[in-house]
């Protein structure tokens, strides 16, 4: 192996350490009770060689909140490809959604329980979460596009939607379904609450 290429190799290496010890600190602590300084006594390295990787805390958390929608991303792309047809790949969706929550906990807490203030939206730290966000949004047009949920807004339907499944996951992820349903399984009940929710024709307030 050249010098280049391992130096090229230690520095990518580094890369993932500052970013593993952040995404840790940030979950436990907060975002804002989190310093530069705290992470690198994380790997015990130097606070100013931190800044040879990453600018601030801020771009650190923009690029784990990337890292998170990209994972998420390519399960909704093998959705695409196993669920041609729209409300199935919807349904499957919300089942997808709440899988990542439970198996993705840090990356999905970063992606969704921290400020829109505290990270980048523009460029290349927001490309994957504009493009989860779109695919699900087209998902929900060619669902209303069949006429199965009347005569509605996409708006409605995305929110009303996203809100609820990202409801449902937190209930999960935090124990208070275990708890509140006792049997543990709650396999049976995802399924009925997304068969409640994508029930056909529902008016809403709107209408």
Known sequence: MSTKKRRER???RMRHRILDA?????VKEGFDNVSMRMIAARIEYSPA????????????LSVLREEGFARYVRRQEMGKEAYPDPMERLREGGRAYIRFALSEPEYYHLMFSTSCEQVDLEGEWAASSMASFNNFKDTVEECI?????GDVRVDTVVFGMWSGVHGLAHLMSTGQVDVLKGDGDVDP???AILDFWMRPGVKTAEQ
């Open 22 to 26: 952040a995404k840790q600190l940030f």
């Open 49 to 60: 060689a931190i800044y040879r990787y990453f600018a601030n805390k801020r771009e650190i």
């Open 189 to 191: 009940l995802l399924d």
């Open 145 to 149: 596009a069949t006429g199965y949920f």
């Open 10 to 12: 230690d520095k990518e």
